[in-house]
């Protein structure tokens, strides 16, 4: 089984890793943690002489998305199964579902803030746009606290 963990650091995605963490899975289980890190849009003063380069602010967030997801990984060692880190940039959903199509995913596991209301329409939902375009299976952890609300 082929398990991709959708991880930003976040409680709700923390919450993702624990539920995997705490299951039993058939031995032949592998695991790939992927972090997705937003383009960077580079701002006017960026392209002042001396100013950071929008090149070396991508490497630093794509280095402390891998950095991110490693802590996640060394939560799931016990297990036994194989786990991997993959820092990708792009848009959150559609990085998440291409992975898991071209890794041949038959789960991905993702968390919910268990936004409602105005604050799921003006922020989106990640959760709903994987759920609503992957080819595989995908489980939603939500949060203890949200869903006891």
Do not use: K
């Not at 820092?87 to 803030?113: C, K, Y």
């Amino acid at each position: 089984m082929r398990i991709l963990l959708a991880f930003d650091g976040s409680s709700p995605s923390q919450e993702a890793v624990d539920e995997i963490a705490r299951r039993p899975w058939p031995r032949a289980t592998s695991i790939r943690i992927i972090s997705v890190v937003i383009p960077y849009v580079p701002g006017a003063a960026e392209f002042v002489p001396g100013a950071t380069t929008p090149l070396s602010v991508a490497e630093d967030h794509e280095r402390e998305a891998r950095e991110t997801a490693a802590r996640a990984a060394d939560r799931l060692a016990g297990l036994g199964a194989p786990v991997e880190i993959v820092a990708r940039q792009g848009d959150p959903a559609t990085t998440i579902v291409e992975e898991a199509r071209e890794w041949n995913a038959d789960l991905i596991v993702v968390g919910s803030h268990g936004r409602t209301g105005i604050q799921r329409l003006l922020l989106g939902s990640v959760a709903q746009a994987v759920v609503a375009r992957a080819s595989c299976s995908v489980e939603v952890v939500r949060r203890h606290s949200a869903v006891a609300a």
